[in-house]
């Protein structure tokens, strides 16, 4: 089955400073990658997509990158804020009724 | 927007009780599935359902669980005799047809 690997586990910026979330993916099926956003005690919320047929793609200070030769994909945070702090989990699925593998989330802090 | 909504919210059974957690799912959506989180853990996928039958189920998922979706809304995680270690955080999803999931708030189990 499917093996999605999340780094880092915790990242500590700066308040304006960029933060990268790296994961990489097993299974050359897997053709969708969410992201999701956690705060403490609240449900994982998609923050950003992307599918295979893309490379890349922006919505304002978050953008996703995605290398299917290699496997990998990344999260971007640029500007970031204090209110950016969460977990942050990626994620990879099939299309269909798949299930979507989650990686071991990264908890990123943004100091003010 | 739709939401998935799950009750309850939080849920104390002693261990070896039988205990349901219930969703209803948003109202279009055809695919359902049920994950859980222990605390300060990756978000699992326990089990998808589609067309009235479960379609993949993990390891996770043994003898001790069973899903339902009795009237054509609900949509029922049940646990027959409860361990410690199922305490965790349940969480039930749906999609449609598309790639995007949506969460419902979750159920804090807490088994004593």
């Known amino acids: 089955g499917e093996n999605v690997e999340q780094h880092p586990s915790t990242l500590s910026v700066q308040e304006g400073d960029s933060a990268v979330i790296k994961c990489t993916y097993s299974d050359s099926a897997s053709n969708y990658f969410p992201w999701y956003k956690q705060e403490l005690g609240k449900r994982p919320q998609l923050i950003i997509d992307?599918?295979?047929?893309?490379g890349e793609k922006k919505d304002q200070r978050i953008a996703v990158t995605l290398n299917k030769t290699a496997k990998h994909f990344s999260l971007h945070i640029t500007e970031t804020q204090p209110e950016d702090s969460a977990v942050y989990f990626c994620a990879a699925s099939t299309r269909g009724y798949q299930k979507v593998t989650f990686g071991i989330g990264t908890k990123l802090q943004v100091i003010p | 927007e739709p939401e998935v909504t799950q009750t309850p919210s939080h849920q104390v059974t002693q261990m070896g009780q039988e205990v349901i957690l219930r969703c209803v799912p948003i109202?279009?959506?055809?695919?359902f599935y049920w994950y859980r989180q222990i605390l300060g853990q990756k978000v699992e996928f326990l089990v998808s359902?589609?067309?009235?039958?479960?379609?993949?189920k993990s390891e996770i998922f043994d003898d001790q669980f069973s899903v339902e979706r009795p009237d054509g809304s609900n949509f029922t995680l049940k646990i027959r005799s409860t361990k410690l270690e199922d305490s965790a955080m349940y969480f039930c999803?749906?999609?449609?047809?598309?790639?995007?999931?949506?969460f419902g708030s979750g159920t804090r189990l807490t088994v004593v």
């Open positions: 992307i599918r295979s047929n893309v």
């Open positions: 999803a749906s999609r449609s047809l598309g790639y995007g999931y949506t």
């Open positions: 109202s279009n959506h055809l695919y």
């Open positions: 359902f589609y067309n009235n039958e479960i379609s993949e």
